[in-house]
């Protein structure tokens, strides 16, 4: 470990205000970026939970010292126990309650959220590290979470891009219009292994739609294999999911 952060180790009034700051602020930069795309949780929300972590573990350790120091006589007289470890667990639990909340299911059947709430559960751990001052740590899960939000996405996409297996969603007219579509998907020298069809609903002026999972034969850029499905005439939404 690194010699110079034994001081901020302890549980002094800089250590504290240097902790709750780093928290703040690595919180808050890794906030930013979900915010940038539009995200439920963003830059406040990532920056009270970092906060919050880190001022649990600084109130365990604080307790602690407390029940161990000035209040050890009357902790010892009515048999006090504590267990630091247990605080910190409890926001690991909590914080998935939080994370549920940024998780839907988008009406083209589509699970968004899940980055964001594993970015929060992520967010929570770097904090609970901070309140513990184990800055090296911390400064290392930092730039690899950050790593992860910024830079990873556009490696994701390319992955994803290339990859042979395809969810496209699907509006259309009528349900007469499914025959047409599974024939055109499959001109597109693909395999279908799942349909998952919704009917629309008049009252509301719902169209059907249908989400088809399909398999490529062969690569293919996907924008190519929705644009030949597109060209059916009764389609008026298509996307890939």
């Not at 979900?34 to 307790?63: D, I, N």
């Not at 050890?72 to 126990?81: K, L, M, P, T």
Request: glycine letters at 8%.
């Amino acid at each position: 470990m690194i010699v110079f952060f034994d001081y901020f180790r302890q549980c002094n009034l800089p250590a504290v205000a240097l902790r709750l700051v780093l928290a703040m602020l690595f919180g808050g930069m890794l906030g930013i970026e979900r915010a940038k795309k539009g995200r439920a949780a963003g830059f406040r929300t990532y920056m009270f939970v970092c906060m919050g972590a880190a001022l649990t573990v600084l109130l365990s350790q604080y307790e602690s010292m407390m029940l161990y120091g000035p209040w050890n006589s009357v902790a010892q007289e009515v048999g006090i126990r504590t267990d630091v470890s247990r605080f910190g667990a409890q926001v690991i639990n909590g914080i998935g309650f939080l994370g549920a909340g940024t998780i839907i299911v988008t009406g083209k059947q589509e699970v968004k959220g899940l980055t964001t709430a594993a970015g929060l559960w992520a967010s929570a751990c770097m904090g609970l590290a901070i309140g513990a001052g184990f800055y090296e740590c911390v400064i290392l899960a930092f730039l690899l979470i950050f790593l992860c939000i910024r830079f990873l996405p556009s490696l994701e996409s390319a992955i994803v891009e290339r990859a042979r297996n395809m969810n496209i969603y699907v509006e259309f007219t009528s349900l007469d219009d499914v025959g047409a579509i599974i024939s055109q998907i499959k001109a597109q020298d693909a395999q279908i292994y799942d349909v998952d069809i919704t009917r629309g609903k008049e009252q509301y002026a719902q169209r059907p739609s249908a989400v088809f999972s399909i398999r490529l034969n062969q690569r293919r850029a996907h924008e190519q294999v929705l644009t030949a499905i597109s060209e059916l005439e009764n389609i008026t939404v298509i996307d890939e999911v």
